[in-house]
Each structure stands twice: as structure tokens, then as C-alpha cells.
Nanobody, 124 residues
Framework: QVQLVESGGGLVQAGDSLRLSCAAS????????VGWFRQTPGKEREFVAA????????YYRDSVKGRFTISRDNAKNTVSLQMNSLQPEDTGVYYC?????????????????WGQGTQVTVSS
């Protein structure tokens, strides 16, 4: 069992930065791939970024490449998402998710474990 808690969301202006954190509890978190997803009202939850269990590989949706960076610290059981040059279209509730399968994390919204989400609002 893995519990995930997101933090770091807020209201910012276009061009600003935010750093989201996902704190995990439970056994063997370092064996899970972790992803960040976002959702806005009326839209499906979409993949944003993911990192494999060791942190050696990272994956991003095209629209955030070069602006967002995902990283993890397995000693602290945390995964972070550094978001730079934020745009209004980045607005949404951001969720972290964990699964043993990197494919499930990067290609689906069916990860085994999810956090409660943190709101990110970017004003123009």
C-alpha cells in the first residue's frame, strides 16, 4: 500500500514558476514509477510527466517539455515537479500517481495509487 500527498500548488501569473511535491508513505516506494497528471473541469485527466523507479528516466507531454522537470528522492520518498514559464493552459488540479509499471504510468490513467490533488491556477 502506498499513500501519496501532493503539495505546492497555488495561484501564479503567466511566466512564474511553481514546485509541486508528492510525499509518499508505505513500503517499497522506491520500486514504483511515479507520474504527474492534471485535470480541468469537463476534461479528462491527462498525463504531464513521469519518472521511473530509479529516477534515471523521465517522460513528458510535448506541451511541457523544456519547461517542467520531474525528479525523485527515494531516500526521502518524494517526487517533485518543477514547473517554469507557466501558462494559463497549465491550470488544473495536479495529481501524482504511482504504479509498479512505467507503461501504466506513462500511457494510462490507471495507476494503482493516487493522491488527492493540488490546485494550480495560472492567470494571464
Amino acid at each position: 500500500q502506498v499513500q501519496l500527498v501532493e503539495s505546492g500548488g497555488g495561484l501564479v501569473q503567466a511566466g512564474d514558476s511553481l514546485r509541486l511535491s508528492c510525499a509518499a508513505s508505505g513500503r517499497n516506494f522506491s520500486t514504483y514509477s511515479v507520474g504527474w497528471f492534471r485535470q480541468t473541469p469537463g476534461k479528462e485527466r491527462e498525463f504531464v510527466a513521469a519518472v521511473n523507479w530509479s529516477g534515471s528516466s523521465a517522460y513528458y507531454r510535448d506541451s511541457v517539455k523544456g519547461r517542467f522537470t520531474i525528479s525523485r528522492d527515494n531516500a526521502k520518498n518524494t517526487v517533485s515537479l518543477q514547473m517554469n514559464s507557466l501558462q494559463p493552459e497549465d491550470t488544473g488540479v495536479y495529481y501524482c500517481a504511482a504504479d509498479k509499471s512505467l507503461t501504466i504510468v506513462t500511457a494510462t490513467v490507471n495507476s494503482d495509487y493516487w493522491g488527492q490533488g493540488t490546485q494550480v491556477t495560472v492567470s494571464s
